[in-house]
């Protein structure tokens, strides 16, 4: 895989500055995928399944959810 990165071989870490290395690494996160926010709960859940906080698909109460707290 090609990686664009200017540093060829290993450096000194004092020669990277916080900022150039703040810039390397905003790019190693790992994402989570198929995760999209629900528009009834706003909690984060899988695409195209109801949600299991509040039992919300597609703007309908789809599924009963019993309230834990
Ligand atoms: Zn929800």
């Known amino acids: ?5 200017i ?8 020669k990277v500055s916080k900022t150039r290395k703040r810039m390397r ?3 190693n996160a790992m994402e989570v995928p198929g995760m999209v926010k629900c ?7 899988k695409a195209h399944r109801v949600c299991p906080k509040c ?3 597609k703007g309908k109460n ?8």
């Open 39 to 45: 528009p009834n709960c706003g909690e984060m859940i």
């Open 55 to 57: 039992g919300n698909y």
């Open 25 to 27: 690494r905003s790019h």
């Open 62 to 69: 789809v599924v009963q959810v019993e309230e834990a707290e």
């Open 1 to 5: 895989m090609m990686k664009l990165n």
């Open 7 to 14: 540093q060829m071989f290993a450096v000194p870490f004092r």
